[in-house]
């Protein structure tokens, strides 16, 4: 008898300890719904999830923060830094330390793939889940953009 309450309250104890672990899981412990993948940037927007990607080769390197459609993409090549903002069927572009940039708009397309001058979708990049807020897809208010589709109306006329 004193054996089989002795196992009733170490089996207590055990699922007491258990338990509590189980409530006490801090975030980081919890798993996500995306795990780490390997391929495009088409397929990272796919997921709908906040995802960072990475991108190196030689000098050239890549780092893009995805979450639905929106995505902002810095690109170092020969020491040189540039930026990418893609939201809203917009598409701004500049170099850091530059004062001026460049933003396209356009209808929105009829398929997922977009084909903005400046990125390419076909690279492999290295993917996972990534805590990033809204703000990263704001194109900064210091530099002055120059709208491409303004430009080309004006030509027409």
Not at 38 to 67: F, H, R, V
Not at 100 to 108: H, R, V, Y
Request: some cysteine.
């Amino acid at each position: 008898m004193k054996k089989l309450l002795f196992l009733g309250l170490a089996a207590l104890l055990l699922t007491g300890c258990l338990q509590k672990k189980t409530a006490v899981t801090t975030p980081e412990e919890k798993p996500s719904k995306v795990e780490e993948f390997t391929g495009n940037l088409l397929k990272a927007m796919g997921s709908g999830l906040p995802i960072k990607c990475d991108w190196q080769k030689d000098t050239s390197q890549a780092t893009a923060y995805i979450k639905g459609k929106q995505m902002f993409i810095e690109t170092t090549h020969a020491e040189r830094t540039g930026y990418i903002i893609l939201k809203d069927n917009c598409f701004w572009t500049w170099n850091k330390g530059e004062p001026t940039g460049m933003k396209l708009c356009s209808e929105p397309a009829a398929s997922d793939e977009n084909k903005f001058q400046g990125i390419d979708w076909s690279q492999e990049y290295n993917c996972g889940p990534a805590i990033f807020g809204d703000d990263k897809f704001v194109p900064p208010n210091e530099i002055k953009f120059t709208d491409l589709g303004e430009m080309m109306k004006g030509a027409g006329q």
